[in-house]
């Protein structure tokens, strides 16, 4: 917690009007909790998963170095978007660097799904929600082709449906950009929150 | 006569001495780093260098494009100022060097020497990013089609996709995102609208192209281009551009009467359905080469060449998308424009004009001409046997393919130099009333016609 | 060599241990972008990056015909739809996130209650990626056969899609043309009843655009 403190107060000095002090907790957090989760997860699912995570030292110290690193790009003024791209990473090769082939690209497309899933509820602009919605299908895409992949390699069947989401989401991306459109032209703005006109 | 003569016997000096000057280098590259130095190398250091030749031999088709390219574009920008001088009945370039044909290489030097410079208030990475997204697609797409030219050479068969043709045209419609992005980053509104321009045109003439495509495919029953160009081996009857194979049957005919055997088998094998199958047949040409036509004219406006170069109209858009750019950027994107069009010209001869495949056909060549005995004798010598300089296989092939590429390429410059361009609500209604219906029903009817002829067989 | 040298040679257990890890780092750092970026039509253009990798992860699984159809459909047309909306919507006009209260007097816990509230998306996300994770990890879940990938897979997904799925696959055809009709309809700014109009999209959305690009630029 002490460090927590300094660490934030030490850049305030320097930049006064950027307290991103909540999110930035709230990051730390979560990627703690989803390391400790997936450990124990892999613990409990894979025989040996936790002794392998800790004792390949050198992988793991890779992925707290590479969190580090995007700290120290936060602390010198650097993007935000460099830490939460370091944490997010480190997190995931922490989390499918012992795990089998199909359960990587599984965890990839999860991952993808709730970065999609955030974006969705996160961002006040429409379009970028039709933007979430997109990588959302990628991701479900990709769960598809991965089990078609590994699971069924002879009939296809998860790149036959891979094929009709293709579909369902550009018709999604043609209806969903008119509605935009016309919604833009009547309201002159593609604020989500100014959308409430059927609110009671 | 032709009234400028001199000009004329001068153009075909220059293309003569140009290309032999292009493949005579491109050759000797692809020589010295897939076949020269691997040779060395294992004649110096014996089987540990095994992994290194491997690599060597799986680059060679990429330095051989990286070469290919500049000099290539080059040439093109030369012959294409020449022949418009021809066509306009003026004099083309005169200054540098001998009859102005050092001129492309003193733009070059001038382009690669210039500032580059950035506008205010645009957004510097995209305006970085826009030239190499447009430039990239090209190389990496045109990979099958060097597998397909050579007909699966060793050196190049590394893309050979199953999905060949599927590969090429993603990757031939890139570019249009990175016109979008070259438009909206450098803070122009020219430059915007050219982008957006070119964004409507782009997406309104790629169904056209894919269903001239596709109507192909249907006809080869295959994606894989080296298979589709394979198949058309065999003499001008067997080509996509007439029939798309309809007539392969009536080429097995006349080799059948040569030589002299079983003239109705032959027939009876092919057209299976008696006078049904003729008719068929009689559909399928002129359907097949409405296709290639389709093809052509909607990879005009893909590649924004000049009846539909709204994108960098100069007289409305100062010039379009590329107006902010200068020295190397805007270099990469006049390379890229030029090796656009010798990529289509090089589909086109591939899909529809037989790939490397003589025009005349075998039984004929047979019987004429001693070049069997040729390729035979030359196999001997130590140059083919012992250095490998020489493919015979593919030596008259190479020739074949140049000859088609750069006369596809040859006609698009007349079409330049012969028609005014379009505007923009023309060309909407021309995409979209004439060529997506007509490129339907030529679809509909290929797919009822197929089915009473055997194509390829 | 096997059929096709670019499958081959993905296949390879240590080059697509490694290449997964290159394109994932690609495919969250961009995905990151497009959920971070300021400026929402460069987060657009970085779509196209984001539908790229996963393109990649397509040729990975020797899915070859879905990674073209990805390349061409996602990260060229749809990409490129999203954009131009993004260019004709105004997406200055978009409020900046309102500014966090900055209250350094609050205690801990409740500091870090608040910013809970604050993040509730984030907090959701993070616990659906956990809960999916636990759902998915763990070794013999999944049923996975070691057969190596049909050869002919255009071939496959071809037949299958005209025999035994013909069906669906009519249905989407016809939800495509409904789609594109709606669109149309939807975007298309005169009143219905007017009877000598035609269904210029393009040009209509042209025009608005150069209508527009007073207030974009």
Redo the contacts between chains.
């Keep these: 917690m002490i460090t927590q403190q300094q660490s934030v107060v030490a850049p305030n000095a320097l930049k006064p009007k950027t307290t991103k002090l909540g999110i930035n907790l709230a990051i730390a957090y979560s990627v703690f909790a989803a390391a400790v989760v997936g450990t124990f997860a892999g613990k409990s699912f894979a025989p040996n998963g936790f002794e392998l995570v800790v004792a390949n030292h050198y992988d793991l110290w890779f992925c707290v170095g590479l969190a580090l690193v995007g700290w120290v790009f936060r602390s010198v003024g650097g993007h935000k978007g460099a830490i939460i791209t370091m944490t997010i990473l480190s997190c995931f090769i922490i989390l499918t660097l012992n795990q089998g082939q199909l359960v990587r690209y599984l965890s990839l497309s999860a991952l993808l799904f709730s970065m999609g899933m955030y974006g969705m509820g996160q961002s006040r602009n429409a379009v970028r929600v039709l933007i979430s919605i997109e990588l959302m299908l990628n991701a479900v895409n990709l769960n598809l082709i991965a089990f078609s992949r590994y699971v069924d390699p002879i009939q296809l069947k998860g790149q036959l449906f891979a094929i009709f989401v293709l579909t369902v989401a550009a018709a999604e991306a043609a209806v969903g950009l008119a509605i935009v459109l016309q919604l833009y032209r009547n309201t002159s703005t593609v604020d989500m929150n100014r959308f409430n006109l059927l609110k009671w | 006569m032709i009234p400028n003569g001199a000009e004329v016997f001068k153009l075909s000096r220059l293309s003569i001495a140009w290309l032999s000057i292009i493949f005579g280098i491109v050759w000797a590259v692809c020589w010295s780093i897939g076949v020269g130095l691997p040779m060395l190398l294992e004649g110096q250091f014996g089987e540990r260098v095994t992994l290194i030749n491997e690599i060597l031999k799986a680059v060679t088709p990429i330095v051989a494009i990286l070469v290919f390219i500049p000099i290539n574009a080059m040439f093109m920008v030369l012959i294409e100022r020449r022949a418009l001088a021809i066509f306009t009945v003026r004099k083309g370039p005169n200054r540098v060097g001998p009859d102005g044909n050092l001129q492309t290489m003193a733009d070059a030097v001038k382009l690669l020497l210039k500032e580059d410079i950035t506008p205010t208030g645009a957004d510097a990475f995209m305006f970085t990013l826009a030239p190499i997204l447009f430039f990239a697609p090209s190389i990496f797409g045109s990979l099958p089609l060097l597998a397909a030219v050579t007909n699966n050479h060793d050196l190049f068969k590394i893309l050979n996709l199953p999905t060949g043709i599927f590969y090429i045209l993603a990757s031939a419609s890139l570019p249009v995102v990175a016109l979008v992005m070259a438009g909206w980053s450098s803070n122009n509104k020219y430059s915007l609208v050219g982008g957006l321009r070119s964004a409507a045109q782009a997406i309104s003439y790629e169904i056209p192209l894919v269903f001239s495509l596709i109507t192909v495919c249907l006809m080869a029953g295959t994606l894989d281009v080296v298979k589709i160009a394979q198949q058309q081996a065999g003499g001008i009857l067997n080509w996509n551009i007439l029939g798309g194979g309809a007539l392969a049957g009536l080429n097995q005919f006349f080799a059948a009467i040569i030589s002299g055997q079983g003239a109705d088998k032959a027939l009876a094998a092919f057209y299976p359905y008696g006078g049904l199958s003729y008719v068929a047949a009689l559909v399928l040409v002129p359907c097949v080469f409405m296709s290639f036509c389709l093809y052509l004219t909607s990879a005009c406006a893909e590649i924004n060449r000049i009846p539909f170069d709204l994108p960098e109209a100069e007289s409305e858009l100062v010039s379009g998308y590329n107006t902010e750019y200068s020295g190397i950027k805007f270099a990469i994107f006049f390379l890229a424009e030029f090796t656009n069009l010798f990529v289509v010209a090089s589909i086109t001869t591939v899909m529809f004009l037989g790939g490397g495949d003589n025009p005349i056909p075998p039984y004929l060549l047979d019987k004429f001409t001693p070049f069997p005995q040729m390729i035979a004798a030359l196999r001997e010598t130590p140059l083919v046997k012992d250095l490998h300089l020489i493919n015979p296989e593919t030596l008259f092939a190479t020739f074949w393919v140049i000859a088609k590429v750069y006369s596809l390429v040859f006609f698009a410059i007349l079409i330049r130099g012969t028609l005014p361009r379009f505007r923009i609500d023309q060309l909407m209604n021309f995409g979209w009333k004439r060529l997506i219906p007509l490129s339907l029903i030529i679809f509909v009817l290929v797919v009822f016609a197929r089915g009473f002829v055997i194509s390829h067989g | 060599m096997s059929?096709?040298?670019?499958t081959a040679l993905l296949s390879l257990p240590v080059m697509?241990t490694w290449m997964?890890?290159v394109l994932?780092?690609l495919?969250?750092?961009l995905?990151?972008?497009?959920?971070?970026?300021r400026?929402?039509?460069?987060?657009?253009?970085i779509?196209?990056g984001?539908?790229g990798t996963?393109a990649g992860?397509?040729l990975l699984?020797?899915?070859?015909?879905?990674a073209?159809?990805?390349?061409?459909?996602?990260?060229?047309?749809?990409?490129?739809?999203?954009?131009?909306?993004?260019?004709?919507?105004?997406?200055r006009?978009?409020?900046e996130?309102t500014a966090?209260p900055?209250d350094d007097n609050m205690p801990?816990m409740a500091?870090?209650f608040?910013?809970?509230k604050?993040?509730?998306?984030?907090?959701?996300?993070?616990f659906?990626?956990?809960t999916?994770?636990?759902a998915?990890?763990?070794?013999n879940?999944?049923?996975?056969?070691g057969?190596?990938?049909?050869k002919?897979?255009?071939k496959?997904?071809g037949e299958?899609?005209t025999t035994t799925?013909s069906i669906?696959?009519e249905f989407?055809?016809v939800?495509?043309l409904?789609?594109?009709m709606?669109?149309?309809m939807?975007?298309k700014?005169e009143p219905l009843h007017d009877p000598d109009e035609e269904p210029?999209k393009?040009?209509e959305?042209?025009k608005t655009?150069?209508n527009n690009?007073a207030l974009t630029?």
Excluded at chain 3, 3 to 6: A, M, S
Excluded at chain 3, 118 to 126: E, F, P, V, Y
Excluded at chain 3, 136 to 139: A, D, R
């Design positions: 059929y096709d040298n670019l697509e997964f890890y994932s780092a495919a969250i750092c995905g990151v972008g497009v959920l971070h970026d400026v929402v039509i460069r987060s657009g253009f779509l196209i984001v539908f996963i992860f397509f699984l020797s899915a070859q015909f879905l073209m159809a990805q390349i061409m459909i996602y990260a060229v047309a749809i990409t490129l739809v999203v954009v131009i909306a993004l260019m004709l919507t105004n997406p006009l978009e409020a996130r966090e900055d801990a500091k870090f608040a910013s809970c604050r993040n509730m998306t984030l907090w959701i996300s993070a659906s990626f956990i999916l994770y636990v998915i990890s763990g070794e879940r999944w049923p996975v056969a057969l190596p990938v049909a002919d897979q255009v496959v997904i299958a899609l799925y669906p696959f989407s055809s939800l495509l409904a789609a594109l709606g669109a149309i939807i975007a700014n210029k393009a040009i959305d042209s655009q150069e690009l630029r």
